[in-house]
């Protein structure tokens, strides 16, 4: 049987194109971007060319477009950058966090580096943005909020432009991981109040191991890694040239097809959530599935069976990858971070199924049939 990949959160497979514009500087074009004669200078041309690429879509300034490894470096370098160099000595953040964010926030609790608040969570998941603002108006030292744009394991999205707003009244510094959106939603950085937004190529086609930080010109910070002065003396290492240039390529392909791409993937989430509705009784739906939502993604609970105990460890038998929450926190299944606190229901299972523009209902045909013997 073909595989069937839902799990399209947790990464996506590399586009045809992509590949293709990142070859030549996989074999010919190999100069170090540090290196002066032209073999280098060409490399260098092509990484600003993409940094141009990259500001142009987010509307932003190319000096505010930094190439990482991905979305763990983003955070953790912009959460410890506020703490150390900003002057930050209270963090508010939420129990719902993607870990790059939660353990760098606990890392910085437990060396009194700075305190920590947790903002309260509505019933159906969202962020409760009166308690955000209460927490704000509370808070004594300058303070940075550090909260999801959308969750990678229920999909809620929060209002980045009401976060940002809230924050620019009580002063407050504002990271906002966009990794599940960057490269599925159009963004306007010029006329959003957020100083730090993250981004990761393998999210939206492009390869691993590429990825951005925003950094708002209006704010200064030291490098989280030291060494040479690559990225404007910001991230020290040799670029990660073809990741550099995926991810420009990544973010033009999907930026041209998100209309369409949005529309259909929505298409396929919909689908799916009608037919377990339909043949699954006592079914469940985490977050706030087609209110403010990832079209991309749908968190289902299922009633605790015996047999729905070994749930995805028989879809995998059957060729099927969907995840129990979030890929991030793979190997042993802890049970997810998310879910405990948004339903903490120890009679349901869940599975976080993803979806790409690669998946047809078929597909979702054939998970349903198979959920329908498993569960």
Excluded: W
Excluded at 14 to 26: G, R, S, V
Excluded at 144 to 159: F, K, P, R, S
Excluded at 309 to 317: G, K, P, V, W, Y
């Amino acid at each position: 049987m073909k595989r069937i990949y839902f799990d399209n959160a947790a990464t996506t497979s590399l586009d045809p194109l992509i590949l293709e514009a990142m070859m030549p500087y996989l074999t010919e074009k190999f100069g170090n971007p540090s290196s002066i004669y032209s073999y280098g200078r060409e490399t260098k041309m092509a990484i600003e060319q993409a940094r141009k690429t990259v500001a142009k879509i987010l509307n932003a300034h190319p000096a505010e477009i930094f190439f990482t490894s991905g979305g763990t470096e983003s955070s953790n370098t912009a959460i410890t950058a506020s703490v150390k160099d900003l002057g930050c000595k209270h963090i508010i953040t939420s129990a719902i966090e993607h870990h790059a964010t939660l353990h760098t926030v606990n890392y910085l609790h437990s060396i009194d580096a700075a305190k920590v608040s947790y903002v309260k969570l509505l019933h159906n998941g969202h962020i409760d943005l009166e308690n955000l603002e209460k927490l704000l108006a509370s808070a004594e030292e300058k303070t940075l909020v550090t909260l999801l744009h959308a969750n990678n394991e229920i999909g809620n999205i929060v209002d980045i432009v009401a976060v940002g707003n809230l924050c620019k009244i009580y002063n407050a510094v504002f990271h906002c991981d966009t990794v599940q959106t960057v490269g599925h939603f159009p963004f306007d950085l010029r006329n959003t109040p957020v100083h730090f937004i993250t981004g990761s190529a393998h999210k939206f086609h492009g390869p691993k191991g590429a990825g951005i930080l925003y950094i708002n010109e209006n704010v200064r910070i030291k490098p989280f890694v030291h060494g040479g002065g690559q990225e404007r003396n910001m991230r020290a290492g040799t670029e990660n040239l073809y990741g550099i240039v995926g991810f420009a390529k990544a973010l033009e392909l999907a930026t041209a097809a998100h209309v369409e791409d949005s529309a259909y993937i929505s298409g396929i989430k919909k689908y799916m959530y009608d037919e377990l509705k339909k043949y699954i009784s006592g079914v469940g739906f985490n977050g706030d599935v087609f209110g403010k939502s990832l079209y991309t993604l749908l968190s289902v609970s299922f009633p605790k069976t015996e047999k729905s105990e070994m749930l995805l460890f028989n879809m995998d038998i059957h060729n099927i990858c969907a995840s129990g929450g979030s890929a991030c926190t793979s190997g042993a299944d802890q049970g997810s971070h998310v879910i405990r606190a948004v339903n903490n229901n120890p009679n349901q299972v869940t599975v976080r199924f993803s979806f790409c523009k690669h998946n047809t209902s078929a597909e979702v045909d054939t998970v349903v049939a198979l959920l329908l013997e498993m569960v």
